[in-house]
């Protein structure tokens, strides 16, 4: 999560001043960085924050399956408490009304459950999650625009084909974060999610959605496309070397040297 001009964040837990801790839990604020993310209760915040929403058959339910979670990471509490508002949220008529309430809330992690309600909606086809996914995807706060890819990476991974057809249309969006997603969503060896084998072996599967941006003027997504490049480089070394001597005939750029730099950082450019 990112630091704000408005507030800094604590470095460790026990430092968070109980005022901001407290506004946290009530979904009044959002976190202001890593730190304050992990501090989170979950149950609290929902406990306070689903009522105020006319959601509040959904408390109990998610209270009982967080609570009997062995760990009670942040990370595994988002989709078990999404899993329960994604039942709730079925039947309701102003169903949509309710999804946008949670997608434009003060809390981020309540925009974090959002993305998880709507990745895990069988009920939609992938280019409707992407859709939908859409506002989460360029939220103001760092830590919900990677919970958006983490949400469908199931989905990216179970149709990659399809996946890779999609989101190589992101890569033509005006907002980075938009054309971030597309790489950053795809990654051979993504951060704090499993893995996508076939990327892992095939990563020119994906190509298609890395050529757009060799040369992109956003370093945010100039460091996702390297960090894409560098996974692929740990099982398919000879191909992210031929990806980067390509790029460097046809795109001549301090951009793409950047990207071709920190590619290459685990291997290296010769054999």
């Given at each position: 999560?990112?630091?704000?001009?408005?507030?800094?964040?604590?470095?460790?837990?026990?430092?968070?001043?109980?005022?901001?801790?407290?506004?946290?839990?009530?979904?009044?604020?959002?976190?202001?960085?890593?730190?304050?993310?992990?501090?989170?209760?979950?149950?609290?915040?929902?406990?306070?924050?689903?009522?105020?929403?006319?959601?509040?058959?959904?408390?109990?339910?998610?209270?009982?399956?967080?609570?009997?979670?062995?760990?009670?990471?942040?990370?595994?509490?988002?989709?078990?408490?999404?899993?329960?508002?994604?039942?709730?949220?079925?039947?309701?008529?102003?169903?949509?009304?309710?999804?946008?309430?949670?997608?434009?809330?003060?809390?981020?992690?309540?925009?974090?459950?959002?993305?998880?309600?709507?990745?895990?909606?069988?009920?939609?086809s992938l280019e409707e999650k992407l859709m939908q996914l859409r506002p989460i995807a360029t939220d103001q706060n760092s830590g919900v625009r990677e919970i958006a890819w983490m949400a469908v990476r199931t989905d990216l991974e179970a149709q990659l084909a399809h996946a890779v057809t999609l989101l190589t249309e992101w890569t033509?969006?005006?907002?980075?974060?938009?054309?971030?997603?597309?790489?950053?969503?795809?990654?051979?060896?993504?951060?704090?999610?499993?893995?996508?084998?076939?990327?892992?072996?095939?990563?020119?599967?994906?190509?298609?959605?890395?050529?757009?941006?060799?040369?992109?003027?956003?370093?945010?997504?100039?460091?996702?496309?390297?960090?894409?490049?560098?996974?692929?480089?740990?099982?398919?070394?000879?191909?992210?070397?031929?990806?980067?001597?390509?790029?460097?005939?046809?795109?001549?750029?301090?951009?793409?040297?950047?990207?071709?730099?920190?590619?290459?950082?685990?291997?290296?450019?010769?054999?």
């Amino acid at each position: 999560m990112p630091d704000t001009p408005k507030r800094k964040g604590a470095v460790r837990i026990s430092e968070i001043p109980t005022a901001i801790l407290k506004q946290l839990n009530t979904g009044a604020i959002e976190s202001v960085n890593l730190t304050e993310w992990l501090a989170v209760d979950q149950r609290a915040l929902l406990m306070n924050v689903l009522p105020a929403l006319n959601l509040a058959e959904a408390v109990a339910p998610a209270f009982a399956q967080v609570s009997a979670l062995k760990k009670r990471t942040q990370m595994q509490c988002l989709p078990v408490i999404a899993a329960v508002l994604l039942e709730t949220l079925k039947p309701q008529k102003n169903r949509n009304k309710l999804l946008a309430a949670l997608i434009a809330h003060p809390s981020d992690t309540v925009r974090c459950w959002a993305a998880y309600v709507i990745g895990l909606d069988d009920t939609l086809s992938l280019e409707e999650k992407l859709m939908q996914l859409r506002p989460i995807a360029t939220d103001q706060n760092s830590g919900v625009r990677e919970i958006a890819w983490m949400a469908v990476r199931t989905d990216l991974e179970a149709q990659l084909a399809h996946a890779v057809t999609l989101l190589t249309e992101w890569t033509k969006e005006q907002d980075a974060n938009l054309r971030r997603f597309a790489s950053e969503a795809t990654r051979p060896r993504g951060v704090w999610c499993k893995h996508i084998e076939t990327l892992k072996q095939n990563p020119e599967i994906a190509y298609p959605i890395l050529a757009p941006l060799k040369s992109d003027e956003s370093k945010y997504v100039r460091d996702s496309v390297a960090n894409w490049l560098n996974d692929a480089s740990k099982s398919q070394p000879d191909w992210v070397r031929e990806v980067c001597a390509l790029w460097t005939e046809e795109s001549p750029t301090q951009e793409t040297q950047a990207i071709i730099k920190r590619a290459l950082r685990t291997i290296g450019s010769e054999k």
